[in-house]
């Protein structure tokens, strides 16, 4: 069992940054791969980000390519570092963690977090 408990979100406005933070429970957070997605008001949850387990490999949708940045430390945090950020950013970012990249790009990760909002205004 994995808990992940996201902090870091907030209002800002468009053009900032932000950094996101994924901490997670237990003593196996370097058997699961991790990511984040994302969920704005009236649309469907949509994958962000992905880092295998060692943090050796990444991968990104479109659409945060050049502005996102995931990665982790050795112990039990993942981060999310958000620059140049849209408005159509705004969205209630999630943690997740499976047993692979695959799973998360898929959309279907074991473990979910509670998610954090972040705003960014016009």
């Known amino acids: 069992q994995v808990q992940l408990v996201e902090s870091g979100g907030g209002l800002v406005q468009a053009g900032a940054s932000l950094r996101l933070s994924c901490a997670a429970s237990g003593r196996t957070f370097g058997s699961y791969a991790m990511g984040w997605f994302r969920q704005a008001p009236g649309k469907e949850r949509e994958f962000v980000a992905t880092i295998n387990r060692s943090g050796a490999s990444t991968y990104y949708a479109d659409f945060v390519k050049g502005r996102f940045s995931i990665s982790r430390d050795s112990e039990n945090t993942v981060y999310l570092q958000m620059n140049s950020l849209k408005p159509e950013d705004t969205a209630i970012y999630y943690c997740?963690?499976?047993?692979?990249?695959?799973?998360?790009?898929?959309?279907?990760?074991?473990?979910w977090g509670q998610g954090t909002q972040v705003t960014v205004s016009s």
């Open positions: 997740a963690a499976s047993a692979s990249t695959l799973l998360i790009r898929d959309s279907r990760p074991t473990y």
